[in-house]
Antibody
């Protein structure tokens, strides 16, 4: 059974940093691209970032480009999202999601984690 | 950017009803469209990808159809566990985006 477990969320002030992690199990992690997707009541679902199966290719939504960094460690089956220069509008539930693509992401998501709340507020 | 207009935003239906949800894109998506189901407090779940391909394990009462720019999710006979919010998502080109959702409620 595919399982994705996020950690690292919480409350941070504007301008601060947080690091989200996702531990994967139940599948061969190194064969799949992985994404972060976030959700807010106001803006709905928003794709944030993707990393290819090997980690060589990454891509970001314009709203987070230059502030967020996605990475993965295939030896530990982990996916990370380093979030810097946080803004109030980064407040959301962040989901780790598996992309059925490998070296080339497909940009849709066949398994999701349970989600982690990130709140940016002073 | 491709705009996704999902309709209706909500609907009321009874067990056994046929339910249809529509997503209209601002351009042809070819086959790059997916549908998700989200139960409150849970993560989205993939139902359909490539417009009409049923994800493994998803009941056959769910089906997808359409061609650019109009796409449809149909539930042939609504079951109690189907009361949820449904989202379309295009993955044709950047930025990939989701519709605003359709909440299916008990009539």
């Amino acid at each position: 059974e595919v399982n994705l477990l996020e950690s690292g969320g919480g409350l941070e002030q504007p301008g601060g940093s947080l690091r989200l992690s996702c531990v994967a199990s139940g599948f061969t992690f190194s064969r799949y691209a992985m994404s972060w997707v976030r959700q807010t009541p106001g803006k709905g679902l928003e794709w944030v970032s993707v990393v290819s199966s090997t980690g060589e290719y990454t891509n970001y939504a314009d709203s987070v480009k230059g502030r967020f960094t996605i990475s993965r460690d295939n030896s530990r089956n982990t996916l990370d999202l380093q979030m810097n220069s946080l803004r109030v509008d980064d407040t959301a539930i962040y989901y780790c999601a598996r992309d059925p693509g490998g070296y080339i992401p497909r940009y849709y998501f066949d398994h999701w984690g349970q989600g982690m709340l990130v709140t940016v507020s002073s | 950017d491709i705009q996704m207009a999902q309709s209706p935003s909500s609907l009321s239906a009874s067990i056994g009803d046929r339910v249809t949800i529509t997503c209209r894109a601002s351009q042809d998506l070819k086959t790059s469209l997916a549908w998700y189901q989200q139960i409150p407090g849970k993560a989205p779940k993939l139902l359909i990808y490539a417009v009409s391909r049923l994800e493994s394990g998803v009941p056959s009462r769910f089906s997808g159809s359409g061609s650019g720019p109009n796409y449809t999710l149909t539930i042939s006979s609504l079951q109690p566990e189907d009361f949820a919010t449904y989202y379309c998502q295009h993955y044709y080109t950047a930025p990939r985006s989701f519709g605003q959702g359709t909440k299916v409620e008990v009539k």
